[in-house]
């Protein structure tokens, strides 16, 4: 018979988990650096990106020149680090709309049920029937090309996946007894749903909207490669891999780069989701 079971008053201490890995300290370090890329774009980056200079166009990378020049001798490094703000905000703007709307939609037809839940759900199987790139595109041919037009339609197409976890979130607290004291207690449906389901479902939601991050620059970056999004001369990184694609037999540098930067924002707001969802799971 061991210790702990002949006494049971005795504990095995438990093993503290350490608060970050290996793997969250460099997606928070480039999660700094885009930070600066978008505050400080001057410091970051050391030439106008819209600029063309004397060094020769197409140029490799060099000490002058770190990521080499485009087919213009505008240096690659200053388009990359000036493109950060279009893609992040961009994307910002698809999550927050994604976020308020779907939330919004999810939490009513939860709470409301029948009726109201019936003709959310038809909105949501609407939205998820459309392919989500084929949907964007319909609604920036109706806006009209840009930036901001791009986030829009990227927004209102990553409705429905935030209005289902939403939903399925609150159907999980709706029923639950402090809900149900509070309701009998007199509390009325805007303080129901703003003081007690809202705050007891919000994280599931909030950690996906990290994980939408990733998506959301994946669709920007698509839609400005398509010529939907950014348009020239303005950098961003799917327009600058659009515009380096002419050139990727002799010069992939004009790609690789810019995909780099995708690659490992994605994979940087991936990690964040994870790290969200440990802390407020």
């Given at each position: 018979?061991?210790?702990?079971?002949?006494?049971?008053?005795?504990?095995?201490p438990r093993r503290r988990e350490l608060p970050?890995?290996?793997?969250?300290?460099?997606?928070?370090?480039?999660?700094?650096?885009?930070?600066?890329?978008?505050?400080?774009?001057?410091?970051?980056?050391?030439?106008?990106?819209?600029?063309?200079?004397?060094?020769?166009?197409?140029?490799?990378?060099?000490?002058?020149?770190?990521?080499?020049?485009?087919?213009?001798?505008?240096?690659?490094?200053?388009?990359?680090?000036?493109?950060?703000?279009?893609?992040?905000?961009?994307?910002?703007?698809?999550?927050?709309?994604?976020?308020?709307?779907?939330?919004?939609?999810?939490?009513?037809?939860?709470?409301?049920?029948?009726?109201?839940?019936?003709?959310?759900?038809?909105?949501?199987?609407?939205?998820?029937?459309?392919?989500?790139?084929?949907?964007?595109?319909?609604?920036?041919?109706?806006?009209?090309?840009?930036?901001?037009?791009?986030?829009?339609?990227?927004?209102?197409?990553?409705?429905?996946?935030?209005?289902?976890?939403?939903?399925?979130?609150?159907?999980?607290?709706?029923?639950?007894?402090?809900?149900?004291?509070?309701?009998?207690?007199?509390?009325?449906?805007?303080?129901?749903?703003?003081?007690?389901?809202?705050?007891?479902?919000?994280?599931?939601?909030?950690?996906?909207?990290?994980?939408?991050?990733?998506?959301?620059?994946?669709?920007?970056?698509?839609?400005?490669?398509?010529?939907?999004?950014?348009?020239?001369?303005?950098?961003?990184?799917?327009?600058?891999?659009?515009?380096?694609?002419?050139?990727?037999?002799?010069?992939?540098?004009?790609?690789?780069?810019?995909?780099?930067?995708?690659?490992?924002?994605?994979?940087?707001?991936?990690?964040?989701?994870?790290?969200?969802?440990?802390?407020?799971?």
């Amino acid at each position: 018979m061991t210790a702990t079971t002949a006494n049971p008053d005795i504990r095995v201490p438990r093993r503290r988990e350490l608060p970050l890995n290996v793997w969250d300290v460099p997606a928070l370090a480039f999660l700094v650096l885009i930070t600066a890329m978008i505050l400080i774009p001057g410091v970051v980056a050391p030439y106008d990106p819209l600029a063309e200079n004397l060094a020769p166009p197409l140029s490799g990378p060099s000490v002058a020149h770190p990521f080499g020049t485009d087919h213009l001798g505008r240096d690659l490094l200053s388009r990359v680090v000036a493109g950060t703000a279009a893609t992040i905000s961009g994307s910002f703007i698809a999550v927050l709309i994604g976020l308020v709307a779907g939330t919004a939609l999810g939490l009513l037809a939860a709470y409301f049920g029948r009726a109201v839940d019936s003709v959310a759900g038809r909105i949501v199987d609407v939205l998820l029937s459309i392919p989500t790139l084929l949907l964007s595109i319909t609604i920036i041919v109706a806006l009209g090309f840009g930036t901001v037009n791009a986030a829009v339609a990227v927004g209102v197409s990553s409705v429905a996946v935030f209005a289902r976890l939403a939903r399925s979130e609150v159907l999980a607290v709706r029923h639950l007894p402090f809900v149900e004291a509070a309701e009998h207690m007199g509390a009325g449906h805007l303080r129901l749903l703003l003081r007690h389901i809202l705050p007891n479902s919000y994280s599931a939601v909030l950690s996906l909207a990290a994980l939408q991050f990733g998506t959301a620059i994946l669709a920007i970056a698509s839609l400005s490669f398509l010529g939907y999004g950014a348009q020239p001369p303005q950098p961003e990184w799917g327009l600058l891999i659009s515009e380096g694609r002419n050139y990727i037999n002799s010069h992939p540098t004009l790609v690789l780069f810019p995909s780099l930067a995708i690659v490992l924002a994605v994979m940087t707001f991936s990690r964040l989701a994870h790290l969200i969802r440990k802390k407020v799971g």
